[in-house]
């Protein structure tokens, strides 16, 4: 409903089928209790989240979640706390798994709609595909 | 001191979406407070139209993140308003069971992650977090609580699925329910440690005269019945454009609500608590007191022991609920659909939350009405503002903007169900008199 800000769900919507089956695919609004949840007992986990850092639309970048994440990447999911927060929190609580790969999609749109910008769904498949690779790598 | 004051914050962190706030103080006099909020068009509302009225629950789930179920309940109470029938006690039982999952979750995010770092001086809940880890986790823990209740009676973990006009698609069984109670057994003592925990912060000398606004039920407010105030309202909600108006203000681009012919007024926690103290639970009302409340709240920085109060409620309100459930027969209620109008209300955790929907003979939707919780509170706000403003004016403007940031996160402004953007501004004028 809110365009742009469907861009990690649809990187998920895009794994499904794809990936290993143990290795699992979570969706979620930011809820922070949630994520912390998620990857107590994780190794490695990787992060897809809309951004808005004032990049052009579509624009991907992937960062070592573990280093930090910009704060200039405020998640247009304004609800809850934004994801750095919540790597920050994770970090401070001891709770972060020992790899954290964050892939930040550059948002256009997030104020209203029910599909993705043309650009924003070109990074969504270009994603996809990246985390794909990393994943079969790291089986291999 | 006679002068020219400007503070400028470039955003106020820690409130859920963003909003804007300007002072204008001349000559140590303050002139002007606007609480404003830069909002696009109302796509929700507008989304809506020609829709079934089925899809409204899922719809409106949409507009707010943490407090999803707040507008399924509002929405379908409406609509079961339009179309003239009741889903029964045990359904509706059901609904305010889900309502509690939302309220754990809601005011504990608030109070451990969002408000509490003020009254401790930290920055943010993460330096909290590294110097107060059990209690962070405490928090976490108990916010987890909640998402389970709304996990489990909401069919997923985000936009809950499981509710409908009529009911529920599906219903738990007993054995579900009772799998919950554990962690609620457990969330049930982590509570009244909350409340001892925030009771303990240093809070401003901050008395309101507000007029009160909430839901009045047979139990303490939260999933649906009439409008009161403490200035005499008491009306059905299909009443409320009677009784409040919403007001375009040209700052801003959400809508200014005022009662009719008064002006501001307050809804949420401090509103549902000093209206329905008596409804809340022994423990509930025990700790309240020995917290240092009264059966009426009007200290805007005490919102934060009230949310830990009404926390506690909420949970043993769930036990109640599940102690005494009995799975229906049905899990929704067949209906006729027809053309008619229906309003229905029920408490956000950030207040009163109203929706109204015309339909036509097909059941689809011809008019939307939304009023969040928000909203209606624009004006307490900034007239909490220029109190607060008007007793801390010799501060320094680092100092006054942390105060009046703090002043706002005491109405925890769910901003994005109302708007999308917030921008601090403060104008001190000197005019050399």
Excluded at chain 1, 56 to 75: A, K, M, N
Excluded at chain 2, 73 to 100: H, K, P
Excluded at chain 2, 201 to 213: A, M, N, Q
Excluded at chain 2, 290 to 311: D, Y
Aim: charged fraction near 25%; charge should be negative.
């Amino acid at each position: 409903m809110r365009s742009d800000d469907g861009a990690g769900p649809a990187v998920l919507d895009r794994l499904r089928g794809s990936v290993p089956t143990d290795v699992p695919l979570v969706e979620s609004m930011g809820d922070v209790a949630q994520i912390l949840d998620a990857w107590r007992s994780s190794e490695w986990v990787i992060i897809v989240d809309a951004v808005m850092s004032g990049s052009p639309p579509g624009t991907v970048r992937r960062l070592d979640g573990r280093g930090g994440v910009p704060t200039s990447w405020r998640s247009p999911s304004s609800h809850l706390i934004g994801l750095a927060e919540a790597i920050e929190l994770g970090g401070s609580l001891g709770s972060l798994p020992d790899e954290v790969t964050v892939f930040g999609i550059e948002a256009e749109n997030v104020d209203g709609g029910t599909t993705l910008t043309p650009s924003v769904g070109a990074a969504v498949e270009e994603v996809a595909e990246e985390i794909l690779t990393l994943v079969s790598h790291r089986d291999a | 001191m006679s002068g020219t004051r400007e503070v400028a914050v470039d955003y106020l962190a820690r409130v859920e979406g963003e909003g804007a706030m300007r002072v204008k103080v001349v000559d140590d006099q303050i002139e002007d407070v606007e609480f404003s909020i830069f909002e696009p068009p109302r796509f929700f509302e507008a989304f809506m139209l020609g829709r079934p009225y089925t899809d409204a629950p899922d719809i409106t789930a949409r507009i707010c993140g943490i407090c999803p179920i707040a507008y399924q309940v509002s929405s379908v109470n409406a609509m079961e308003d339009a179309l003239e029938f009741d889903v029964g006690e045990q359904l509706t039982a059901l609904r305010r069971l889900i309502y509690c999952g939302e309220w754990i979750e809601s005011h504990v995010l608030h109070v451990y992650l969002l408000h509490a770092p003020d009254f401790l001086g930290y920055e943010s809940a993460i330096h909290m977090a590294a110097d107060h880890r059990e209690i962070v986790e405490r928090g976490l823990r108990l916010k987890k609580a909640g998402n389970a209740i709304v996990t489990l009676l909401g069919g997923r973990e985000i936009h809950p699925i499981n509710l409908r006009v009529g009911g529920f698609h599906r219903v738990p069984t007993k054995k579900e329910l009772d799998s919950l109670i554990p962690e609620l057994e457990w969330g049930r003592d982590a509570a009244k440690e909350t409340i001892r925990w925030v009771s303990g912060f240093s809070f401003p000398k901050v008395e309101e005269e507000y007029e009160f606004v909430a839901i009045s039920q047979d139990g303490y407010p939260m999933n649906t019945g009439r409008i009161i105030s403490n200035r005499g309202i008491d009306i059905a909600p299909a009443e409320f454009n009677d009784y409040f108006t919403e007001e375009h203000v040209a700052r801003s681009n959400a809508l200014h609500s005022r009662v009719r012919g008064r002006g501001a007024y307050l809804v949420g926690p401090l509103a549902r608590y000093s209206l329905a103290f008596e409804k809340l639970t022994p423990a509930a009302r025990d700790l309240a007191l020995e917290a240092g409340l009264g059966p009426i709240c009007n200290n805007p920085f005490k919102s934060i022991i009230v949310r830990s109060v009404e926390t506690l409620y909420a949970i043993e309100e769930a036990l109640r609920i599940i102690d005494e459930y009995e799975a229906p027969k049905q899990s929704s209620v067949p209906h006729e659909v027809k053309a008619g109008e229906g309003s229905g209300v029920s408490e956000a955790p950030r207040g009163l939350l109203y929706h109204r929907y015309r339909l036509d003979d097909e059941g689809r939707i011809t008019d939307a009405q939304i009023t969040p919780p928000t909203a209606q509170n624009q004006l307490s706000i900034e007239s909490d503002l220029r109190v607060v403003l008007e007793q801390n004016l010799e501060l320094p403007d680092d100092d006054l903007s942390w105060v009046l940031e703090q002043s706002i996160r005491n109405y925890d402004p769910c901003i994005s169900c109302a708007t999308h953007f917030l921008k601090l501004t403060v104008e001190r004028v000197t005019t050399g008199g």
